[in-house]
């Protein structure tokens, strides 16, 4: 019945604590977008979910990475867990790794996203393919905390071609890239070393990002932008 | 922080696949995992530079490769002289000293590298005593771990280990047995039997050593010499024994051991007795003893049996790897042994020869005459002989060839190939007389023409017969070498270079692989050479570099990373042994690699060095 009432809206159950840790969040300055990336924080981030559908499949875990002052800090890194409580099915195990016992010994979902929340603070975010992770991410901290989150995006998957014209009809997946600059991966499909893997494609892009004048994350937006219309047109 | 993630984790594992940080401890991987940043530099990119001022920056290579180029004139070129991999950290040396790097730090493909400020770098070689070591001892500590797979390789089945440079004092049993040199052979010989004891020493009041009786002595000097029991012990005895101090090393007594056929070497200190050593103690495990070998080659009558004791110093020295013995030391060992080998044979061939009253001396030359022989190299000796005013060299020389013939072949046999185009005792022109020689060598000092062959003769070492003559020879060439000379054979010994670039284009030689003797001993040994003329002196490369260089004032730092290098690769080439000089990379390990690739660094250090001292 609580599942089913959350599918309309129904305001989740914080603890005192906890909803004084969200206001806590929500009072925090917004988002600078102008900030040179050599002065600034902004967090890379990874999902792993129990399938591919974006209506019906859930949020198992997250993987973020931050980059400070252009650098990827090794300590300034997250995985959470999100507890399940229906185990997703034994393919999707395959593919992440997080097994049975795992999910349901995982974080409780309100927990989990306060925990993402805190981290992330108010740094801008990034990833490859971010429908996919923005939709899942803004549905768990919706049914867990009842936030409508509203946040700056920018996906790497229009980002890198866009900088490497070149490569763009040939390069397509992660995979493609992290090949293009020798990026490996210490788990391939989990989540937090996917994210390191984005991380790293970032870092790796920005000799481009120098060349184009691409300084500051609201420049990687309008980059973004731009290359959505080049597909949409081309 | 609670539980580190698998970000932090994997790092740490990471990590832990490379020298040093397979040898720190978990916490201390993981304290660093936490410390590290992680930044990417475009190929081509600097990374860091000595315009930069003191390092910050401890850089680990996460993927991909640095070049370090010694100037920013030689920047962009090829010749990289330095290049780093996965796992590699840099710079350790600018660090450590609080200045700026040397050389440009430039990436040679699309490069991640983790990175930790100054102030943690410092703060981890406070907490990990591996990581310290590491850095403070980068080379020496590389050629150890090496040497501890080396010895795990070989030594699979040997459950003890004898260091040959463990000092004697440390190899000292107990309190040596004795008695008064006035004691009746009988009741020694009941204490012998008491104890259970091959040997007895007798000393005076003051513990001094007089002498020496041991079981394998009764058969000759007592029981077939008829002498009775009564006898004061002083009768039997060998006197005067041969003693070394307790801080002579095993490898010492070993070589005394084999030098003069003794089981026993007795260890004093100011005269006074402070124990025993016997053969066993220092070969506890081997089927194959030093003095057994020795003992065998010295009593051999007939060729066969010096062929069998040729394999019997084949499995001593496999023994003498799993043991760790030192490189330096194992070759000399060697070098020993076979020089026997040769003198034995001398002995032999001899024997009713018309050669044999005749006044001359066996030359080892080359490698053999450096004493660093590896097992199966080509044989290089020559004859240098008497010829008085009158006497016509041509006729002894007609004598000496034919017995050289049959020495040549012989040891061909011992497994020590012929070198049809090169010095051999049996090719007539390296069977000269002194003046002969002398006359030679003037022609190859003043037309420099024939630097392969001049070479190979500067290294000339008398093996058996008239030494003074070798001798004289040999304090004859160190004079007579002119500066213009000098001049050629430092251009010879630069005419190779070590490899540079990566570490497949080391290989990409001949046939994929790397001729480790021309680009890689043979640098050392030329230069070593060139010093050792000009200023040292020395028999041995390490010697001639460690002489030359203390003569030139070049730092004794850089003669020992030299030295080491240097050993590293003969001990690959002894390893390595049945490949010939071609080294294939498959064949290497990560930590051989490294090491490999250091030792070329320092090549390229010695020649970049040789090349000044010349000059100036």
Redo the contacts between chains.
Sequence with gaps: MKRFLSLFGHKPELTQAQAARLAAWKAMPPPKLDTDFAASRYVVVDVETSGLNLARDRLIAI?A?AVSD??????D???IVVQQQRVSDHDNILIHGIGGTAQAEGVPPAEAMLTFLEYLGRSPLIAFHVTFDKTMIDRALKAGLGLAFKHPWSDLAYVAPALYPELASSKHSLDDWMGR????N??RH?A??DA?ST??LM??L??RMRARHVGNFRNLVHLEKAQRMTNWAG | MATPNSLLLATADQLARFAPFDSMAREHLLWLALRLRLDYYARGEVVLGPEAGPAEIFYIIKQGAIHGEQDVARAQNANDWLELHEGECFPLGALLSRRAVASTYRAGQDTFCFELAAADFRELLKRSEAFHDFCTRRLANLLEQSKQVIQAEYAKSSSEQQSMSSTLASLIRGEPVTCAPETPLRQVLGTMHRLGIGSMVAVDAHGKPLGIFTLHDLLHRVVLAGIGLDVPFHVVMSPEPETLPPHALAHDAALTMAKRGFRHILVAENGRLQGLISEKDLFSLQRVGLRQISGAIRGADHLDKLKHSANDIRQLAHNMLAQGVATEQFTQILSTLNDLLTKRTIELELRDDPAAGLSFCWLALGAEGRMEQTLGSEQHNGIVFAAREGEDAEAIRSLLLPFAKRVNLALAQYGFPLSPNAAMASHAQWCLSLQEWKHICVGWFARGDALDQTTIFLDLRPVAGAEPLALELRTWLATAATPRFLGQMTTHALRHTPPQGSVLDFFAGKGGTLDIERNGSALFVDAARVLSLAAGGGQTTPERLRAGCAALSIGTQDAQAWCDAYLFIQLLRLRLHQEGHGIDPDKLNGLDKRILREAFRQARKLQVRLAQVVRE
Excluded: K
């Design positions: 993987g990475v252009g650098e990827i800090h090794l300590a890194s997250m995985e600059f020798g990026i490996s210490y788990a989990s937090l070393a390191l991380a790293e870092l790796a920005r000799e």
